[in-house]
Antibody, heavy 123, light 110 residues
Framework: QVQLMESGGGVVQPERSLRLSCKASGFVFSNYAMHWVRQAPGKGLEWVALIWFDGTKKYYADSVKGRFTISRDNSNNTLFLQMNSLRAEDTAIYFC????????????????WGQGTLVTVSS | QSVLTQPPSVSAAPGQRVTISCSGGDSNIGNNYVSWYQQLPGTAPKLLLYDNNRRTSGIPDRFSGSRSGTSGTLGITGLQTGDEADYFCGTWDSSLNAWVFGGGTRLTVL
């Protein structure tokens, strides 16, 4: 079955960097676009970024554009989120999610989700 | 402020039917499919419906979806206490080139 395991969260000071990873298994990773979605404590879902199955296209929320970079390593079934210049408002649980349909080109919804990793930005 | 607008809360008695609305615009719901998620406390969101009304594997037909113009609707019949959760709508926004979610609706089964 589809498994997604996030890691790399923790407590970080403002303006510092953090790199999240998401290890995938149970499906052909290179056939699916992947998302990062976050949820601040007690708040709703906020989409963060999307990368196509082959990594050729990437999309970002305005709130993270220029600071966060999504990437993937299809040979190791791993998704990444490099987060730079972190702010207090970036504090959230970060989920990685697989697109529901293969080769969909980004317009299909995040389907299978990991359990998330908590990022806390605080001095 | 979310691009998609949902009511903050809805409630109904066990066995009853409830609907949750999701209002957007031409660049999102008006031209793209709506999806619906259920999030139980302390867990990751779960995709219930996509392509406006297509249920994912294992989701009972008590859950249904529809879209009309720039709004989507989630319907749940035969309410159970286990349906108490937060529900989110989502879709692609062709102007923002971004996926967008509604603010979420908390369902209480009285």
């Amino acid at each position: 079955q589809v498994q997604l395991m996030e890691s790399g969260g923790g407590v970080v000071q403002p303006e510092r960097s953090l790199r999240l990873s998401c290890k995938a298994s149970g499906f052909v990773f290179s056939n699916y676009a992947m998302h990062w979605v976050r949820q601040a404590p007690g708040k709703g879902l906020e989409w963060v970024a999307l990368i196509w199955f082959d990594g050729t296209k990437k999309y970002y929320a305005d709130s993270v554009k220029g600071r966060f970079t999504i990437s993937r390593d299809n040979s190791n079934n791993t998704l990444f989120l490099q987060m730079n210049s972190l702010r207090a408002e970036d504090t959230a649980i970060y989920f990685c999610a697989r697109e529901e349909v293969s080769f969909c080109g980004g317009h299909c919804p995040p389907g299978s989700w990991g359990q998330g990793t908590l990022v806390t930005v605080s001095s | 402020q979310s691009v998609l607008t949902q009511p903050p809360s809805v409630s109904a008695a066990p066995g009853q039917r409830v609907t949750i609305s999701c209002s957007g615009g031409d660049s999102n719901i008006g031209n793209n499919y709506v999806s619906w998620y259920q999030q139980l406390p302390g867990t990751a969101p779960k995709l219930l419906l996509y392509d406006n009304n297509r249920r994912t594997s294992g989701i009972p037909d008590r859950f249904s979806g529809s879209r009309s113009g720039t709004s989507g609707t989630l319907g749940i019949t035969g309410l159970q206490t286990g349906d108490e959760a937060d529900y989110f709508c989502g879709t692609w926004d062709s102007s923002l080139n971004a996926w967008v979610f509604g603010g979420g609706t908390r369902l209480t089964v009285l």
